[in-house]
């Protein structure tokens, strides 16, 4: 997979990041979604109510992770409840959703496995295709006799269900977007080796959306707060992001208190700037997509 922004050498490989020495582990999760801290994935939103089960059915509701309607213009859905019917035969069913989120289908006799559902978004031209999340989701295999109800939430952060130990080095572990890092100790558009920063310097990345975020809401500034830790890989990463485009800077301050800013390379001239530009991109990644802006080299100016 490729998918949330990072500083603790980190290697990103197809489906997973893998840690490495060279930062402190120990920060936070970066991040909170506009409104406050996210809802934990797997539980309801403040306020929301319970699906309806009704005898039978199928039924439920798509939010947004604080409950409210999605609308975004042009968003598709796919909710799948799978089993096997009275008669022995296998099935997938596929519920329309209405655009208040809500969907109800009348199923068979029968046994059914929890369902799933994924939303496939447009922003800035291109589509992306999330898993949504299940609140309080439906355990084992139920009869379709009582009626199956199961609700879902888009969320833009926040951790992922059955994470024991959450990583903010490990993009697998949250909802959010990603901004691959790697620190150069040769720049290629002077040709010259630059110095590398001090074991235990601070780094302050920050964050300034350039468009809304991908559910059509005003993003904010976002500052994530990390230790450089020498001898490392150089590979790093800024996770849980609230997928918009960024503009990137960040400042180090040495353990002696001075600071340097930090030169990032330009995606569109490969050139070290004080700022850089990232865009949303969707990469394919098992059954869905995912958001992953290009990588960026940095290095101490």
């Not at 995606?267 to 869905?288: F, S």
Request: with cysteine; charged share 20%.
């Amino acid at each position: 997979m490729k998918a949330r922004l990072w500083i603790c050498p980190v290697l990103l490989l197809v489906v997973a990041v893998a840690g490495a020495p060279g930062c402190d582990r120990t920060a936070e999760p970066v991040a909170a979604p506009p409104g406050g801290q996210p809802a934990r994935a797997g539980t309801a939103p403040a306020g929301a109510p319970a699906p309806v089960t009704e005898p039978g059915h199928f039924t439920g509701r798509v939010t947004l992770a604080d409950g409210s309607p999605i609308t975004v213009p042009g968003v598709e859905y796919r909710v799948v409840i799978a089993g096997v019917t009275a008669v022995g035969e296998s099935n997938t069913f596929q519920p329309p959703v209405g655009p208040d989120g809500t969907f109800r289908l009348r199923l068979p006799p029968g046994l059914f496995k929890p369902p799933y559902g994924t939303i496939t978004v447009p922003f800035e031209g291109k589509r992306y295709s999330l898993w949504l999340d299940p609140v309080d989701p439906v355990k084992g295999t139920r009869e379709s006799a009582p009626g199956i109800a199961q609700n879902f939430v888009w969320r833009l952060t926040g951790q992922k269900p059955d994470v024991r130990n959450p990583d903010v080095n490990n993009a697998t572990h949250w909802f959010g977007s990603t901004i691959p890092l790697i620190a150069s100790e040769f720049r290629n558009d002077i040709g010259q080796k630059v110095a590398p920063l001090p074991d235990g310097s601070k780094i302050a990345w920050t964050l300034k959306p350039t468009s809304k975020l991908i559910d059509g809401s005003e993003g904010k500034p976002l500052t994530v707060e990390r230790t450089w830790r020498a001898g490392g890989s150089g590979f790093d990463a800024l996770n849980d992001l609230p997928a918009a485009n960024y503009e990137v800077s960040a400042v180090a301050t040495l353990p002696d208190g001075s600071t340097k800013t930090l030169l990032l390379t330009d995606l569109e001239d490969r050139r070290y700037k004080p700022k850089a530009r990232v865009t949303l991109q969707p990469e394919e990644a098992l059954h869905h997509y995912v958001y992953l802006p290009r990588q960026v080299s940095w290095a101490a100016e």
